[in-house]
C-alpha cells in the first residue's frame, strides 16, 4: 500500500545498480506543482479498481487527463520477486505478475 515507499526504493536501486526502471524513475522525476508522483502499489491500483467508476468521471475534471484504459494491466511498483512485479487490470480487478522487461502501461499518482 506505499508505492511512494517503493517507488523511492525501486528509483534508488536503480540508480546505484546502473539499471533502468523506466516507469518508477518517470513518477519520480514528474513534476507538477508541490504534488510528489509515484508508481502505485498494487493495494493502492485495488483501491482505484474499487472505485473506477468515480476515477474515471473525476478525470474528465481534470484538463488534459486521460481515461483509463479499463482492459489493460496497469503496473504496480510491488515486487513478487526480483524479476516480476504485480499489475492489476480495472475492468476487473483481475491481477497477473509478469517479467519486469514486460510491456505494460502505467499510471503515475499522486497524494491531494
Given amino acids: ?9 525501486i528509483v534508488a536501486l536503480a540508480l ?5 526502471q523506466k516507469e518508477a524513475q518517470y513518477c519520480a522525476n514528474k513534476t507538477d506543482g508541490n504534488k510528489k508522483w ?3 502499489a498494487l493495494g493502492q491500483l485495488n483501491i ?6 468515480d476515477v474515471q468521471n473525476g478525470l474528465t475534471e481534470v484538463p488534459h487527463a486521460t481515461q ?7 503496473w504496480s511498483s ?3 520477486n526480483s524479476l516480476s512485479a504485480w499489475f492489476l487490470r480495472p475492468s476487473d480487478g483481475s491481477t497477473n505478475n509478469y517479467f519486469k522487461e514486460t510491456v505494460r502501461i502505467f499510471r503515475c499518482f499522486a497524494h491531494f
Fill in 1 to 9: 500500500m506505499d508505492g511512494q515507499s517503493y517507488t523511492d526504493k
Fill in 16 to 20: 546505484a545498480s546502473g539499471q533502468e
Fill in 38 to 40: 509515484f508508481l502505485p
Fill in 48 to 53: 482505484m479498481y474499487n472505485r473506477v467508476t
Fill in 68 to 74: 483509463l484504459t479499463l482492459s489493460n494491466y496497469y
Fill in 78 to 80: 510491488t515486487e513478487v
